[in-house]
């Protein structure tokens, strides 16, 4: 098992930021951690770390203590921040060099810029670096080492969508060499596409954990077909079955429905029995963003949890920033 | 062996970092030269000259450069979170600590080096009989220093507070211990403050070597406290170095430091 959590609960002061979180991650694949602002997320992954104490429950990762053993533990995962943090006036082959000093094992620091592609900024400044450039330093740093378990805090956020693509094959890369790649992130469509499994935080809670599909399934929300037909079309059959007709113009119907399949299966039938003739169909279904926001607090209750956050370093609660570190010493 | 190897890059980053910060360069550099030439200015035409003004120009030179160089390259890199990224590598706070120190050791070296070659060549400053005895003496200086700027480093929040902290404690260092002005130049009481700052003890040594020619084993009790300083000062920065600033230190942390270090003076005080 390359992360168990049991029972795992970390209060900053009267704060609860992780709520009895059980988490099961076996070795192999990408794991996404998606959650509003304020669910926990960085708070889990820096306890994952070894950066935070939990305040009860189990942590043990990749057969370590992280609160014990965290330098121990430190050999075998690689970690990438929230923020950056690189030494501005060294060069990406110093930092990584430098590094990899840090580790019983290391690969060669010139194999590294290779997989992060950097090769040809391995002489500059790293001040000199673009944002997308010094994410893939930052990730980098964390591959020194070829550690079999990597967390990645918000690797893509704010960069541009041909650095996060860039970003996107280096993860799926290292997915292909076997190793596990646990990372949080705001984009549900990177989740979606990146990720094998997905684990939902909110309020410091597991809400929902499975595969994108297995997730989408499982939605509440509703499919939309739109119909497009020549003839006088009677849409009775399809309301039998379930089907709410949003939209009605001429030709052009919309309608949404739970159960699509039946929907269609009548469609089928209406197309058999009516003298209409189907001239255009499309169908949307529920996506990940849907499940998402159905899983997560309404928008309005995250902008309040982002604020909370935002005063604070590493998003944890403002109110309680020095708490939160007291019992790290 | 890691600890090593990792200390000796942490070591290497660090003074390739001073090397390409102009800022950095003329803060180390430059500076203590500007130092040279007031100093020069000022005590030229007084009786014994230069020569007997470098021991405390040396000691202030040494001083500023140990504390404020390893206090604000430890507080910045703690504000940029350098220090929050090393804290996920198995490296431990005291490679992170014993790196800055070489790398203060080796910056503030070069600057006396510096000055005191521009102080022979255009002052024609007399060294004593042996160079090597003031390089002994500076050393043992430079080991007192180094952890102080550590536990300021360590103490100052952020860049905002550090230069406050740092000036409160600068001053009356350079001040009360007959670095900047002849200690007789103070009133008894606050002579007897002076004796409870190391850098009354390197001003006496360099004196002792550099302008009554004497040996080192005759700074012994010099030599002995700012030993001993170092030992202690590096010991208390073990309770409260920091990785990121919303650690708290704490009173109680704070407090332990601070009563450690007085003791030692004090001793030396009710000693001598």
């Known amino acids: ?329 | 062996m890691i600890a090593i190897r990792g200390t000796l890059e942490l070591s290497r980053a660090y003074l390739l970092k001073t090397i390409r910060s102009p800022s950095a360069l003329i803060w180390t550099l430059l500076f203590p030269q500007v130092w040279l030439i007031l100093f020069a200015l000022i005590f030229r035409n007084l009786p014994g000259g230069m020569s007997a003004r470098m021991p405390g120009l040396f000691t202030i030179t040494a001083f500023s450069g140990a504390f404020f160089g390893v206090a604000y390259s430890l507080v910045t890199e703690r504000e940029q979170g350098i220090l929050r990224r090393i804290r996920v590598t198995p490296a431990t706070a005291t490679m992170v600590v014993i790196g800055n120190a070489v790398r203060s050791l080796v910056t503030v070296a070069a600057s006396l080096f510096m000055q005191g070659f521009i102080a022979r060549l255009a002052l024609d400053v007399d060294f004593g009989p042996a160079v090597w005895r003031v390089a002994v003496v500076l050393t043992f200086g430079v080991w007192a220093f180094v952890p102080l700027g550590l536990i300021m480093g360590s103490a100052a929040k952020d860049m905002r507070s550090a230069p406050a902290i740092g000036n409160l404690i600068f001053f009356p260092m350079v001040f009360m211990s007959g670095a900047a002005l002849p200690l007789q130049m103070l009133p008894g009481w606050l002579q007897g403050f002076g004796r409870m700052l190391p850098t009354t003890y390197l001003v006496q040594a360099l004196e002792g070597v550099m302008v009554r020619g004497e040996g080192l084993s005759q700074q012994g009790l010099p030599l002995a406290v700012m030993l001993t300083s170092g030992f202690i000062a590096f010991g208390l920065n073990s309770l409260l170095f920091r990785w990121e600033s919303t650690q708290p230190l704490g009173a109680k942390r704070i407090g332990t430091a601070l009563a450690g270090l007085m003791l030692l003076y004090v001793i030396v005080v009710l000693v001598t």
Not at chain 1, 82 to 102: G, K
Not at chain 1, 113 to 134: C, D, I, P, T, W
Not at chain 1, 145 to 162: K, N, Q, R, S, V
Not at chain 1, 203 to 214: M, S
């Open chain 1, 1 to 329: 098992m390359s992360i168990r959590t049991q029972s795992l609960t970390k209060t900053y002061g009267t704060t609860e930021a992780l709520h009895g979180v059980d988490l099961d991650i076996e070795p192999g694949g990408i794991i996404g951690l998606l959650g509003p602002n304020g669910a926990g997320k960085t708070t889990l992954v820096e306890v994952l770390e070894g950066l935070r104490t939990p305040t009860s429950g189990e942590v043990s990762v990749m057969g370590f203590d992280p609160t014990r053993e965290g330098i121990a533990l430190r050999q075998h995962i690689g970690a990438q921040l929230q923020a950056t943090h690189i030494p501005d006036d060294l060069t990406p082959f110093e930092v990584l060099r430098l590094f990899a000093s840090f580790y019983e094992r290391s690969v060669p620091v010139e194999d590294v810029l290779e997989r992060v592609n950097l090769k040809g900024k391995a002489r500059e400044l790293a001040r000199n670096l673009s944002g997308g450039q010094k994410q893939r330093l930052g990730i980098g740093m964390a591959l020194i080492h070829d550690p079999a378990l990597l967390i990645f805090d918000e690797p893509t956020a704010g960069l541009d969508p041909a650095a996060r693509r860039q970003l996107h094959e280096i993860i799926l890369n290292l997915k292909e060499r076997g190793r596990t790649i646990l990372f949080t992130t705001h984009y549900i469509e990177e989740a979606e596409k990146l990720c094998d499994r997905v684990v939902i935080l909110n309020r410091g809670q597991v809400v929902a954990d499975g595969t994108p599909l297995e997730l989408v399934r499982s939605s509440e929300g509703q499919s939309t077909i739109f119909i497009d037909v020549d003839g006088p079309f009677d849409p009775a059959p399809l309301l039998a079955v379930g089907a709410e007709q949003q939209e009605g113009r001429g030709s052009h119907y919309r309608f949404t429905a739970s159960d699509s399949t039946a929907v269609i299966v009548a469609l089928g039938e209406v197309l058999r029995t009516q003298p209409v003739t189907l001239t255009d169909m499309n169908m949307r279904r529920p996506t990940l963003e849907d499940f998402y926001l159905e899983m997560v607090d309404d928008p309005e209750a995250a902008e309040l949890d982002s604020e909370r956050e935002s005063g604070a370093t590493s998003r944890e609660p403002a109110a309680s920033a020095a708490e939160m570190c007291k019992e790290e010493r």
